[in-house]
Antibody
Framework: QVQLQESGPGLVKPSQTLSLTCTVS??????????WSWIRQPPGKGLEWIGY???????YQNPSLRSRLTISVDRSKNQFSLKSNSVTVADTAVYYC????????????WGQGTVVTVSS | QTVVTQEPSFSVSPGGTVTLTCGLS?????????ASWYQQTPGQPPRTLIY???TRSSGVPDRFSGSILGSKAALTITGAQADDESDYYC??????????FGGGTKVTVL
């Protein structure tokens, strides 16, 4: 049973860089059938797809966020990470990592989410 | 950018039926968009209900069903129960490696 767990600072100052890591357990990040994704949810609002990374290192990001984002993978640790620079209060959200199953076309495994607050 | 539309809220009586829809600001939803549906309660991550338009995820009760209705993807709850009171989100695959979530529908059972 694959499980995902987000980790990272819960508080980030405006204009600084948000850094989060998702640890994959119970399965390998090397599988070619999955896209390892980040999704966020501002307080009281809906879900927003941020981007994904493939095990090969290929990435794609939401065009509205792309200029500030870096998504990377650490195969040795079975982890993938999100960095977003120049954050503002609008980046305050619960950040989820999720596995997109390319065979069934579904986000089939979700982490519990981690709260990130942008505040001075 | 294309917007994925959902009704903001719905109310349904216990035992009743409700159909939520997932549309596009421009164009029609087809099976090529691989619509999937997720249920979320406060403080919890989303739970996968339906994928590839109409396939129930493992363990999901058969009172949840997915379909294409006209130009939209749809999620129908038949025989609503109290614990179906949740937020429901759809997501569509736009092609080119991009997914877009709808704004969500809050379902109240009363």
């Amino acid at each position: 049973q694959v499980q995902l767990q987000e980790s990272g600072p819960g508080l980030v100052k405006p204009s600084q860089t948000l850094s989060l890591t998702c640890t994959v357990s119970g399965g390998s990040i090397f599988s070619g059938d999955f896209y390892w994704s980040w999704i966020r949810q501002p307080p009281g609002k809906g879900l927003e797809w941020i981007g994904y990374i493939y095990y090969s290192g290929a990435t794609y990001q939401n065009p509205s966020l792309r200029s500030r984002l870096t998504i990377s993978v650490d195969r040795s640790k079975n982890q993938f990470s999100l960095k977003s620079n120049s954050v503002t209060v609008a980046d305050t959200a619960v950040y989820y990592c999720a596995r997109y199953n390319e065979i069934n076309h579904v986000f089939d495994v979700w982490g519990q989410g981690t709260v990130v607050t942008v505040s001075s | 950018q294309t917007v994925v539309t959902q009704e903001p809220s719905f109310s349904v009586s216990p035992g009743g039926t409700v159909t939520l829809t997932c549309g596009l600001s421009s164009g029609s939803v087809s099976t090529s968009y691989y619509a999937s549906w997720y249920q979320q309660t406060p403080g919890q991550p989303p739970r996968t209900l339906i994928y590839s338009t109409n396939t129930r995820s493992s363990g999901v009760p058969d009172r949840f069903s997915g379909s294409i209705l006209g130009s939209k993807a749809a999620l129908t709850i038949t025989g609503a129960q109290a614990d179906d009171e949740s937020d429901y989100y759809c997501v569509l695959y736009m092609g080119g490696g991009i997914w877009v979530f709808g704004g969500g529908t809050k379902v109240t059972v009363l």
